[in-house]
Every structure is written in C-alpha cells, then in structure tokens.
C-alpha cells in the first residue's frame, strides 16, 4: 500500500508487467503489449485533459475581457466542451471536389499526432517518462515538424487556393520561428550538458530560469508563435483570408486540427516547465540515488505547467493580432540576432566559470551576464526606436508637393 501512494502509476504498471509474464507470455511480447499500453495511457491522458482545457482556457480569458464564459452545459459549463465535440461528431463530413483525397484525409491525423508524439519524451517523474532517449531536445524539434508539414499538406490537398495560400503563409512563419527556437533550446542543453531531457531536469539544482532568463523568453515568444496563438494566430486569420489552411474541413476532421492546437498550447507549457521550471523537481521527491515520493513530481510538474499555461493564455486575451509583415521581421530582425548572440556569450561565460564553482555561483555568474546582455539589447532597441521616431517626425514635417510642382518634375517628386 506504501508503494502504491509512494506511486501509483508506476505501481499499477508494474502489476500489469508482473500479470502478463505469470500468462506466460513471452518477455518480448510482454514489452510490446506494455509499450502500447504505455502510448495508450499518455495519448488518452493528453486526449482528455484538453477537455477542460479548453473549458478554462474560455473562462480565464472570459473573466480578462468581463465576460461569464460557459455557464449554460453543466454546472459552470462544465460539460460545454463535451457538447462542442458531439456537436462536431453529428456534423457532416464533407470532402471538395477534386481534393487529393489522401492527403486531405491525412492532414487532420497528422497535426494530432505531431503533438502527441512529443509527449514520449517528457518526463512526469524521475522514474515516469516514456522514453528517456539521448536525443530528447532534437527530438522534440524533428517531431514539432511534422506540425507543420499537416498544415501544408491540409492546404495543398483540399484544392482551394485560399486554403493554399494560408498555407503558405504558415509554412513560412513556423520556419522562420524555429530557427530562434532551436537557438534557445539549446542554451537547456548547454547547461545540463545532455539533450536527455531527464537529465536536463535533473541538473537543474538552480531552474534555468534564473541562469537564462533571456533564453526563456525566447522560447516562450518563439514556441507561441510555433502553435499560432495570439499575436501570431496568422494561421487562422478568418479576418483576412476565409479560415486559413482548414477552410474545407468540416465535422471532426476540423475538430482535430482545433484539438491539435488547443493541445499543442498546453505540450508547449509543459516543455517550458520541463526545461526551464525544474519539471518535477520539489521537495521530497527524491531522485534514482534516493527514492521518496515519485509521484509527488507528478505535482509539481503539473503546477508549474499550468502556471506557463495560464500565461499563453493571459497573452491570447489581452494582445491584438500582428501583421505578417511584422511578425517576419520581428523574427529576422529581432529574435534571431538576439538569440545567436545570447547563446554565444552562455557558452563562453559558462566556459570560464571553474568547474570547482557551486551551483548557485554559477547561477549567479549567469545571471548577472542576462542582466547586463538584456539592459544593453533592451539600449539597442531603444536607440533603434528613437531614430525611427525622428525619421517619422522627418518625413512628416516636410511641406506636401502641390500638383504644379509634381508636373513641373515631371512627375517625379522632389527629393530634400
């Protein structure tokens, strides 16, 4: 009884291993039933926890615009998000004409399971993870992409040049949002000296949080716009392009590709927990040298997601959509260089730091280099802006060219 409130989890697995092999199964078939069992259990657990997700995501951001939310389905509109899937379950399912059937059809299965998949690799506990392989952050990126390659593949299959060119559009602003992305990942994976991302919470005596912060916000920023949220919800910009890639899919099909994005919101909090929070780490929990109580990780690792995901979703209720434009440069001109500098000095201050250094020295040698990397970024930006301002004033304060100068120039205006 002490094991199993020690942890339950690993406990109920382990009695299921321990039943199988007394049927006499072979240990090979044995691993293979318990693996499936193990996809089975987080997949499920992924699947239904984006149910009252979805119910708090509209309540929170509700009561940030003074607005009720659901409050009709179920007592406080619990059981809204329910009726939402019956509703999508009962609607027709259309296919276009002349839609690449296969493609179109595959499209909504694979923005599911691109998400799902990251999950194997996110440890809920020190001895609760799917897999715990060496690749974990890389990974994580490789899998993220087959995200994008459903959104195209939804665009190209559904033979409608809307749907296409939304598309596009989102092809090149996930592409262009990985790339600083990847740059603050790796800062995780410098600090913790491996891409297992067990290990990149168990090195996290100090979270690194506090010795990157610049890297978080980075990840943070750029991971948003990887899902499509607001600001960056350019994706789906009904205002501007119908309803973007999914404009020709209809019943659960589009429920998918809404699943997959509501989902995808949440596996982001969970990473950013992972990599920058300490995942599981607490007090008494314990580790592989000295066991306490595992699934007191569990715990932790879901607090401190939600409180990542609450902060997606205060972004989505309060800032107003960007464009494109904008949102390309802000990438390209911005983040990118902020990024390869970033990681740059990381490596070369965490170089020097002697090997002999405490774990909270280190965090404060790291630290104070964000703060003094951040405070002269955040001068750049400042001088930056100030020139834009006066060039602004510029270009404002010069007299108008009336019509009988212009044709005098030929057309041409004159330059002063």
């Given at each position: 009884m002490?094991?199993?409130?020690?942890?339950?989890?690993?406990?109920?697995?382990?009695?299921?291993?321990l039943?199988?092999?007394g049927?006499?199964?072979?240990?090979a078939l044995?691993?293979?039933?318990?693996?499936?069992i193990?996809v089975l259990a987080?997949?499920?657990f992924?699947?239904?926890?984006?149910?009252?997700?979805?119910w708090?995501?509209r309540?929170?951001?509700?009561?940030?615009?003074?607005?009720?939310?659901?409050?009709?389905?179920?007592p406080?509109?619990l059981?809204?998000?329910?009726?939402?899937?019956?509703?999508?379950?009962?609607?027709?399912?259309?296919?276009?004409t002349?839609?690449?059937?296969?493609?179109?059809?595959?499209?909504?299965?694979?923005?599911?399971?691109?998400?799902?998949?990251?999950?194997?690799?996110?440890?809920?506990?020190?001895?609760?993870?799917g897999?715990?392989v060496?690749?974990?952050?890389?990974?994580?990126?490789?899998v993220g992409?087959?995200?994008t390659?459903?959104i195209?593949?939804?665009?190209?299959?559904?033979?409608?040049?809307?749907?296409?060119?939304?598309?596009?559009?989102v092809v090149?602003?996930?592409i262009?949002?990985?790339?600083?992305?990847?740059?603050?990942l790796?800062?995780?994976?410098?600090?913790?000296?491996?891409?297992?991302m067990?290990?990149?919470?168990?090195?996290?005596?100090?979270?690194?949080?506090?010795?990157?912060?610049?890297?978080?916000?980075l990840?943070?920023?750029?991971?948003?716009?990887?899902v499509?949220?607001?600001?960056?919800d350019?994706?789906?910009?009904e205002?501007?392009?119908?309803?973007?890639y999914?404009i020709?899919?209809?019943?659960?099909?589009?429920?998918?590709?809404?699943?997959?994005?509501?989902?995808?919101?949440?596996t982001?909090?969970a990473?950013?927990a992972?990599?920058?929070?300490?995942?599981?780490?607490?007090?008494?929990?314990?580790d592989?040298?000295?066991?306490?109580i595992?699934v007191?990780?569990v715990?932790?690792?879901?607090?401190?997601?939600?409180?990542?995901?609450?902060v997606?979703?205060?972004?989505?209720?309060?800032?107003?959509?960007?464009?494109?434009d904008?949102?390309?440069?802000?990438?390209?001109?911005f983040?990118?260089?902020?990024?390869?500098?970033?990681?740059?000095?990381?490596?070369?201050?965490?170089k020097?730091?002697?090997?002999t250094?405490?774990?909270?020295?280190r965090a404060?040698?790291?630290?104070?280099?964000?703060?003094?990397?951040?405070?002269v970024?955040l001068?750049?930006v400042?001088?930056?802006?100030?020139?834009?301002?006066?060039?602004?004033?510029?270009?404002?304060?010069?007299p108008?060219?009336?019509?009988?100068q212009?044709?005098?120039?030929?057309?041409?205006?004159?330059?002063?």
């Open positions: 002490i094991e199993f409130l020690k942890n339950p989890f690993v406990f109920i697995y382990l009695q299921i291993e039943l199988l092999k049927a006499g199964l072979s240990p044995v691993s293979v039933i318990m693996q499936i193990g987080v997949s499920t992924g699947l239904l926890l984006i149910i009252f997700t979805i708090l995501e309540k929170v951001v509700a009561r940030m615009q003074d607005r009720l939310g659901p409050n009709r389905a179920g406080f509109g059981l809204q998000t329910v009726a939402d899937a019956l509703k999508l379950l009962t609607k027709e399912d259309i296919t276009p002349g839609a690449d059937r296969p493609v179109y059809n595959i499209a909504p299965l694979l923005a599911v399971i691109a998400v799902l998949l990251i999950w194997a690799v996110i440890p809920f506990s020190w001895n609760m993870i897999t715990n060496n690749i974990g952050v890389i990974y994580v990126v490789a992409a087959f995200g390659l459903s195209l593949m939804a665009g190209w299959g559904s033979n409608n040049k809307y749907a296409l060119l939304g598309a596009f559009r090149a602003q996930l262009s949002y990985e790339v600083p992305m990847i740059l603050a790796l800062v995780p994976v410098l600090l913790s000296r491996s891409m297992r067990n290990d990149v919470v168990a090195g996290q005596t100090v979270w690194y949080i506090v010795l990157a912060p610049i890297s978080a916000v990840f943070l920023i750029t991971s948003v716009a990887e499509g949220r607001t600001p960056f350019l994706l789906e910009a205002s501007e392009i119908v309803a973007g999914h020709e899919y209809s019943g659960m099909k589009f429920a998918m590709f809404f699943l997959a994005e509501f989902l995808h919101a949440f982001v909090s990473l950013f992972t990599l920058f929070l300490g995942g599981w780490r607490g007090p008494g929990v314990g592989l040298s000295n066991p306490g595992p007191l990780g715990v932790y690792f879901m607090v401190k997601t939600f409180l990542v995901y609450f997606i979703m205060w972004v989505r209720g309060t800032l107003p959509r960007i464009r494109i904008h949102m390309l440069a802000f990438c390209w001109k983040l990118v260089p902020v990024s390869l500098i970033n990681i740059m000095v990381l490596a070369v201050v965490d020097l730091i002697p090997t250094a405490g774990a909270w020295p404060g040698i790291l630290l104070f280099t964000n703060l003094v990397l951040g405070a970024i001068m750049m400042g001088a930056v802006a100030r020139r834009a301002r006066q060039q602004a004033v510029g270009l404002a304060g010069q108008a060219v009336g019509a009988g212009l044709a005098a120039t030929g057309g041409r205006r004159v330059a002063r």
